[in-house]
């Protein structure tokens, strides 16, 4: 019996389509609190006094905190796994509360009362004063000389600034070249827009046990941030994962964890929540990076790639969050689409008077993507050369070295990827019959392509931990570190427990709520590693829990044990037909007999130092509206190297969310900043995001390239769905029009400035 490559229903789908799920706001105690923040109302300046009397003399208020009451300490709030080394952890440059406003709805004080509108009501109260500072917004006024200094620590406000080179020498390629190409590049800051906004609150269940409540894609990294941020030992810090409405990573911050448990701290242990408005949300908690690319190819003049060399400015905001690593992460992933070309790879992350950015889904690789994709767009036009030609004669092929680590890629499909997606979207006739187009209406097709990997390993420790426990009646209890956030990672780590033991998945009950205090650990839901690095774990403790589950049968029956195996949740022998025990009859002995048997759980964790490289390409057909300057996507299909795909169901669920994601980065979405720095559509009315009959059918296929460096074969998958959409398009359009768009989104008003420019 095989779990693995069918689609069983996903095992929350009735839980959560019947209302019966509960998220953190569904779990409401006795007494609770609510809290509001109270913000600053400019983008950068200091607070010269501030005055919380009136909101103290509001009927209701029960307390109000400033920043002369929080800990002096900076925390940081990334959520990446501890490091051992102390210049390679986190930037921590946030406190709680701050006399020192850094962006627009920056946080200088809270108040908390009985219900969430007198603590709303109390919040408006609070009057402060401040001192404005010139509000640094973009590259130019960030990096001028003699700017004014966001954090002391950073020095031109440079969070960070680092190279690689790898592969040759790319001054020498780019000299010797028959041809190079260069451009520049810009993509924007946009919002997760996850449906569930962000949520915790916190209690205390003893004198030194604070207990968190949050929507939070890492609950152990949050439990150690919480230390640090009130100076407490992580093991006094307790943090639950309800089930969540999505994150997208903007819940792999810790964004509201310390605060709810300086709250309930300070006021004995009284239950405390924040929950924030889809308005806060947009300005106080993070974004993606905006990234300014500066690029240069180097190819012979048939068409071989030879160096890449791209400099990268990445937009940080007013706090680190997970500040270069966004950059470094995509220059770290790069190398492994076109391994035969040298790259160099020039970094810039800096702070500015803007909400933070932090990870989200693609981690920086969406950006660079799109940089190296128009690149190789602009060499095909050069060449006047098939841009599919010239991206097949390049790409990785299995059995090829990456230059960024010298590690052989073992299994590399992305040639059958988009050998594949070049016929499911008739990729020769179309760009034929496409050519040359003149009339207000136009059609063109784009491709692009992307690597990227399956968890975080070297840059950080990949843990992961699994246990099953035999119930009473024979059903099986798997809890997994592995934090489900919508993505459908309960079903996955089910359906590969079911595998390993031949137990039947009805068999299985996933506890889907994880809890630092008693689930296994995993660093959390990020960097598309869940099922890779789960699965080793997870077949780790299944080899250990059938080894108990046959030595006490062996001991009951006097069958050897090696006579006898796990067969559809069976107990039997050599045969395969005799049945010795069926689970339920063996799970009673063991808790039951008077002599013999114990409870069988087994539990094991394993560390991943492995990181294959997965592959993704995208095909689009666009239509272009020359007078209204409008562009809709009419076909897309999104292909995936992913290795063997464990649910084909929630597989092509991930990649049409992915798509839709990536679509609305190129088309729509752009978050915008008035000359102060105030976000000006912090809503989902006026933020632009793609809507169902906005997108067209989504279409996808998979090639699946086993991997032999995990025991069921399987890479990441949930990330790369969003990052070759925006490339594609704007090569589409460019195929259609005549005109390349060197940034993004390709609304009416930028495509008009681009075909105003080329006399169109």
């Known amino acids: 019996m095989t779990t693995i490559g069918i689609s069983p229903n996903r095992l929350d789908a009735a839980a959560k389509v019947s209302g019966k799920a509960r998220y953190t706001e569904d779990l409401p105690m006795a007494g609770l609190r ?30 109000v905190f400033t920043y002369e009451d929080v800990p002096e300490a900076l925390y940081p709030t990334a959520g990446h796994p501890y490091n051992l080394l102390a210049e390679r952890r986190d930037v ?20 908390v009362a009985r219900d969430v509108l007198t603590a709303a009501k109390g919040a408006r109260l609070v009057k402060a004063e401040y001192e404005e500072m010139p509000a640094l917004l973009d590259r130019e006024s960030a990096l001028a000389p003699g700017a004014a200094l966001i954090h002391e620590h950073a020095p031109g406000n440079v969070l960070r600034h680092t190279v690689s080179e790898h592969g040759g020498s ?7 070249a028959d041809l190079v190409v260069e451009g520049r590049y810009k993509t924007p800051m946009v919002q997760h827009c996850h449906m569930e906004t962000a949520v915790s609150y916190a209690y205390m269940d003893d004198e030194d046990h604070i207990v968190v409540v949050s929507s939070t894609q890492i609950p152990q990294i949050a439990r150690r941030v919480v230390g640090q941020a009130l100076g407490l030992p992580w093991s006094r810090i307790r943090v639950i994962k309800p089930y969540l409405g999505g994150g997208f990573g903007n819940k792999q911050d810790v964004l509201l964890e310390p605060m709810v448990a300086f709250l309930t701290w300070k006021l004995g242990g009284v239950p405390v929540q924040i929950a924030l408005t889809r308005e806060e949300c947009f300005t106080s908690t993070r974004t993606r990076h905006q990234f300014d690319g500066e690029a240069k190819l180097a190819l012979t003049r048939d068409g071989v790639f030879t160096a890449f060399d791209l400099k990268v400015w990445s937009r940080t905001g007013a706090y680190a969050s997970h500040g270069h690593s966004i950059a470094a992460a995509a220059g770290s992933k790069s190398p492994y689409l076109y391994p035969r070309a040298a790259l160099r790879y020039d970094a810039v992350t800096y702070y500015a008077n803007v909400p933070s950015a932090g990870a989200m889904r693609g981690y920086g690789q969406p950006q660079v993507t799109f940089i190296m994709d128009c690149l190789v767009e602009e060499a095909a036009q050069a060449l006047a050369m098939d841009p599919l030609e010239l991206r097949l004669k390049n790409v990785a092929r299995s059995g090829d070295v990456s230059p960024y680590n010298n590690q052989t890629i073992y299994a590399a499909g992305i040639y059958e990827a988009l050998t594949r997606g070049s016929e499911l979207i008739d990729w020769r006739r179309k760009r034929e019959f496409y050519k040359n187009q003149t009339g207000p209406i136009r059609r063109g097709l784009g491709v692009a392509c992307c690597s990227y990997g399956s968890n975080t390993y070297p840059a950080a420790v990949e843990l992961a931990g699994a246990r099953l426990i035999l119930n009473q009646d024979g059903r099986v209890t798997l809890a997994v570190g592995a934090t489900e956030i919508g993505q459908g990672a309960d079903t996955a780590m089910a359906q590969l427990a079911s595998h390993a033991l031949d137990v039947p998945l009805e068999s299985f009950h996933v506890v889907t709520n994880q809890d630092t205090d008693h689930t296994p650990f ?32 062996a001991l009951l029956s006097g069958v050897p044990r090696d006579a006898m195996r796990l067969k559809d949740g069976n107990i039997v022998g050599s045969d395969g037909e005799h049945v010795v025990f069926t689970l339920a009859e063996l799970a009673l002995q063991s808790y039951y007999h008077l002599d013999h048997g114990a409870p069988i759980v087994a539990e094991a964790a394993h560390k991943t130092r492995l990181n294959p490289p997965v592959y993704c390409c995208t095909f689009v057909e666009v239509e272009v509206d020359m007078p209204l300057c409008r562009v809709a996507v009419k076909e897309a299909w999104n292909i995936h190297d992913s290795g063997r795909i464990i649910n084909p169901k929630l597989a092509s669920g991930q990649v049409h969310g992915g798509m839709g994601m990536g679509l609305g980065w190129a088309l729509y979405e752009e978050m915008l900043l008035d000359e102060k720095g105030r976000v000006l559509n912090d809503n989902l009315l006026d933020y632009k995001m793609p809507a169902i009959m906005d997108l067209p059918d989504l279409d996808c296929a998979f090639v699946e390239i086993i991997d032999p460096t995990n025991p069921y074969g399987i890479r990441a998958l949930g990330e790369p769905p969003l990052v070759t959409p925006a490339p594609a398009v704007r090569n589409a359009v460019w195929h259609a029009t005549g005109v390349k768009v060197d940034e993004i989104p390709i609304t009416p008003k930028t495509l008009f400035r681009y075909l105003e420019k080329a006399g169109l």
């Open 170 to 176: 790319v001054d020498e390629l780019l000299k010797k």
């Open 34 to 63: 609510h809290a509001v923040i109270v913000r600053s109302p400019i983008a950068h300046g200091l607070v010269k006094s501030i005055d919380i009397r009136p909101a103290l003399d509001f009927p209701g208020v029960e307390a």
């Open 522 to 553: 995993d660093t959390g839901a990020y960097a598309s590693r869940q099922c890779y690095t789960s699965s080793s774990a997870i077949a780790a403790a299944a080899r250990e829990f059938a080894g108990k589950i046959l030595d006490l049968a």
């Open 92 to 111: 921590a440059d946030r406190r709680l509360l701050t006399s020192h406003v850094r962006h627009f709805g920056d946080e200088v004080a809270v108040v």
